[in-house]
């Protein structure tokens, strides 16, 4: 199990960040880390293995490769939860930061069920989202939630990264780029993944480095701007761990 390393790293204009990049985010595959186990409790995902799903009950298979992070599969391909998308890495690195208790966890409301991906000890959810969602699936999620948070990982907007002053450019990229303006940032963002301009509670990108940029305000059209704040990642999942 990989931990998130990024939290040890302190050099701000660090040479090591595409290496983090590498480590954390090249690997995709699909499941879920927890499953339970004969003895009712959740467990992660060995070699031999035998586990059900905590949401829908049906038989989980333990996928424990050499690249992805060990998880569990639905041995049947029938969703589970229809709002749960495929599964990366991505969302298991996250989930792996919290207590076994407080990820893939189950929530009933207004008669449905949905899993969500973190509660935190005050009973905050964090979504995480990689790939594209609807703004009436975001609108959804929000009043089924109610007290949350998102997480979009756009780490793929940002291939050719460099952190550091260039012309003013705090952190540039063909296609996204950070302005610092002392307290806060503003950015653009060629191609920007538009829906996200349309959430209504606290909402993080995931640079897939050490920072986090938490986002204030989004202009989706053309040209797509905006403000917000950079936060390092270890100082985001100290608050998410205390939240
Ligand atoms: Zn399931």
Sequence with gaps: ?????????????????AKVHELFFVFRGRGM???????????????????TC????????????????WHWAHKSTKGCDAWRESETDWHR???????????????????QRHRADIITSKGVVVELQHSAISTADIAEREAFYGDMIWVFDISDCLQKRW?????GVDYFDNRFQLHNKGNYYT??????????AYTTKPTFLDFGDINIFRLR????DAPCGGWGNLLRRYKFIERLKAA
């Design 1 to 17: 199990m990989v931990v998130f390393a990024a939290e040890t790293i302190t050099d701000p204009a660090n040479r090591t960040h």
């Design 33 to 51: 880390i927890y499953a339970i186990g004969n003895d009712s409790k959740r467990k992660k995902a060995t070699p031999a293995g035998v586990g």
């Design 54 to 69: 905590p949401h829908c009950s049906s038989v989980m298979v333990p996928k424990c490769g050499d690249i992805n992070i």
């Design 93 to 111: 690195q996250w989930k792996s930061i919290v207590p076994s208790e407080r990820a893939e966890v189950t929530i009933s409301n207004f008669g």
């Design 163 to 167: 952190i550091g002053n260039y012309g």
């Design 187 to 196: 950015f653009r963002w060629k191609h920007p993944r538009k829906h996200i």
């Design 217 to 220: 305000r989004m202009y989706p």
